[in-house]
């Protein structure tokens, strides 16, 4: 069985990373515009106060605050979060679906076992993630490198490295600052880094799913509804927007906890690679759906 899988990960490792270096190509070109935004932002702050990799990760996860009208907060969908998270649905979100309809009998074949297929499926999923944020934190790594003032703390959402002036403004919204500093360092570093990767990977695998169900197209409407509709609601079942930093409680006492964030998203993932499980014993990976 192991080797059954090993093969079966490697045939998605070669193929799907081929299927996918657009998109992926794509995802990754909107978070280098994302980046060099950052650094005008940043630049055009006067402060003694030094921008690292972490506020970089940061600043791109940012998303919007809580829609409240009784305070007078309007709606305001983040738009950048909104196209980064269509390039990552879409890039990770369609192989699955598309090698089903053009190689599933061979597959089949080879793995001997849906069980395995699915499962090489969702670890291609996170791996192609993981290969996409691990780019994208080399790009951030090696820019401040060549600049000469690499830094891994946290600088502007530090506080004592930033004084968060009134009138800092940071891509137009309101300052932050963070609760209960310097105890929060770590937990925002979590957040900064691990938060988007996590958040990723659950609307990532329940696109997948998503796909077979319902289709491609009509699967990523719906997700993406539904991640929208999580900007709007303040609901534990809406989960779609737990990776804006700007919601997270760390910059918002009344926002949510990074532990509520990993369970939410945990339970999100084991749901899926089991609901996964159960859709695959019936279906018929040799072409045809057994009936009942």
């Known amino acids: 069985m192991p080797k059954r899988f090993a093969y079966l990960l490697l045939y998605d490792l070669h193929k799907g990373l ?3 270096k657009w998109r992926f190509m794509v ?10 935004r950052f650094l005008i932002q940043s630049h055009s702050i006067e402060g003694e106060w030094q921008a690292t990799v972490v506020d970089a990760f940061a ?10 009208v009784e305070k007078g907060v309007p709606f305001m969908l983040d738009l950048p979060w909104a196209m980064l998270l269509v390039a990552q649905l879409g890039m990770v979100g369609f192989y699955p679906a598309d090698d089903f309809d ?12 849906r069980l395995l297929w699915w499962l090489s499926k969702c670890t291609w999923v996170f791996l192609t993630l993981l290969l996409f944020f691990g780019v994208c934190l080399l790009l951030v790594i090696v820019y401040y490198l060549v600049a000469g003032v690499f830094g891994f703390g946290v600088g502007f959402f530090g506080a004592g490295a930033f004084d968060f002036h009134a009138e800092v403004v940071f891509l137009g919204h309101e300052t932050m600052q963070l609760q209960d500093a310097p105890e929060t360092l770590f937990p925002a570093l979590a957040a900064a880094l691990c938060l988007p990767f996590v958040v990723s990977l659950g609307l990532g695998l329940a696109q997948v799913l998503l796909s077979f169900v319902v289709g491609r197209a009509v699967g990523l409407v719906l997700l993406l509804s539904y991640a929208i509709v999580s900007t709007y609601f303040t609901n534990p079942f809406l989960v779609g927007a737990y990776g804006m930093l700007l919601r997270n409680s760390l910059f918002n006492p009344d926002g949510i906890s990074n532990t509520q964030v990993f369970l939410s998203y945990a339970v999100l993932i084991v749901f899926v690679v089991f609901a996964g499980v159960i859709c695959f014993r019936k279906r018929d990976l040799m072409g045809a759906k057994r009936e009942g």
Not at 102 to 113: D, F, H, Q, V
């Open 27 to 36: 995802a990754f070109a909107l978070f280098a515009v994302l980046f060099v």
């Open 59 to 68: 600043f791109v996860s940012l998303g919007m605050g809580f829609f409240d």
């Open 18 to 20: 081929a299927e996918v």
């Open 102 to 113: 053009e190689n599933g009998e061979r597959t089949a074949l080879l793995a001997k076992s």
